[in-house]
């Protein structure tokens, strides 16, 4: 049987935009492991059809859907020894 979804979190709120990958990334933890997850420019645009491209509307993007984002990330999330998700 594979992990539960219920086994990863997100107590931290912090994301950042990486500009070379065109994504904001965030964290969350299976236990005490590091789990990266990256939402590119292409899902945020998809979730506000009004977006631009600057770093402060994408950093807003994601904090207006973070729920929804932190659901994707949870069905995406597999468990085992994968530890970055891109979520497009």
């Known amino acids: 049987m594979g992990k539960s ?3 990863l979190n997100f107590p931290n709120p912090s994301r950042t935009y990486d500009m070379s990958r065109h994504c904001v990334c965030f964290w969350g933890y299976d236990n005490s492991r590091e789990i990266t997850f990256l939402v ?3 899902m945020l645009a998809k979730l506000n059809s009004d977006l631009d491209s600057s770093e402060p509307a994408l950093l807003a993007a ?3 859907n973070r729920d929804r984002i932190l659901g994707l ?3 995406l999330y597999k468990g085992g020894a994968q530890n970055r998700y891109m979520i497009s």
Do not use: K, N, Q
Request: charged share 60%; glycine share 0%.
């Open 5 to 7: 979804d219920a086994t």
């Open 40 to 42: 590119d420019d292409t």
């Open 62 to 64: 994601f904090d207006r």
């Open 73 to 75: 990330a949870r069905e």
